[in-house]
Antibody, heavy 122, light 106 residues
Framework: VQLVESGGGLVLPGRSLGLSCTAS????????MSWVRQAPGKGLEWVGF??????????EHAASVKGRFTISRDDSKRIAYLQMNSLRTEDTAVYYC??????????????WGQGTLVTVSS | DIQMTQSPSSLSASVGDRVTITCRAS??????LNWYQQKPGKAPKLLIY???TLQSGVPSRFSGSGSGTDFTLTISSLQPEDFATYSC?????????FGQGTNLEI
């Protein structure tokens, strides 16, 4: 399993940025995918996830990003996306793409990308 | 939202020590609890899921227990490579919140 994020960088407050997560080594379409972020020197924060196409491909987002961030996926390209609009300085973080594995009624993040740094600053 | 509180926030220990980290949830949710290990500059790594199930490839000195609101991660005999930050996460209800992390130092 390999997950590789791309698209991070420096962006002005209020602007947009899109991240990509390219997956390999597993049947991408069979797994929900999630994004987790980590601000400098802080703990992990769950950003949201996208269900498989078989389960409607619907998404859930944390309240802190709802309405500004959108998770999507392209199973044919094996890519998960995180579109970030109206960025704020507090969105500065390393963003990780993760694979979601369900067990019973719970789930876990069993594989992580290396992360990509997003810096929101003027 | 379910709040996850870890204790302690930081911990100093020595190689060979037995260490226990606690994660307390603000509401009960059976065993939907994961533990991750993170080393500086690296992505987190899954250690334990479903409160007590060891992820494949994780050494048996790691163990997890608990249910309801109180969960523990135990390292039976610390090895040099175990010094890292450990975080818990609940997968019972959205948002799937993390604890603030426990920094395990030499």
């Amino acid at each position: 399993v390999q997950l590789v994020e791309s698209g991070g960088g420096l962006v002005l407050p209020g602007r947009s940025l899109g991240l990509s997560c390219t997956a390999s080594g597993f049947n991408f379409g069979d797994y929900p995918m999630s994004w987790v972020r980590q601000a400098p020197g802080k703990g992990l924060e769950w950003v949201g996830f996208i269900r498989t196409r078989a389960n409607g491909g619907t998404t859930e987002h944390a309240a802190s990003v709802k309405g500004r961030f959108t998770i999507s996926r392209d199973d044919s390209k094996r890519i998960a996306y995180l579109q970030m609009n109206s960025l704020r300085t507090e969105d500065t973080a390393v963003y990780y793409c993760t694979r979601v594995v369900r067990y019973g009624s719970g789930s876990t993040l069993d594989s992580w990308g290396q992360g990509t740094l997003v810096t929101v600053s003027s | 939202d379910i709040q996850m509180t870890q204790s302690p926030s930081s911990l100093s220990a020595s190689v060979g020590d037995r260490v226990t980290i606690t994660c307390r949830a603000s509401q009960s949710f059976s065993n939907y609890l994961n533990w991750y290990q993170q080393k500086p500059g690296k992505a987190p790594k899954l250690l334990i899921y479903s409160a007590s199930t060891l992820q494949s490839g994780v050494p048996s000195r790691f163990s997890g227990s608990g249910s309801g609101t109180d969960f523990t991660l135990t390292i039976s005999s610390l090895q040099p490579e175990d010094f890292a930050t450990y975080s818990c996460q609940q997968s019972y209800s959205i948002p799937y919140t993390f604890g603030q992390g426990t920094n395990l130092e030499i």
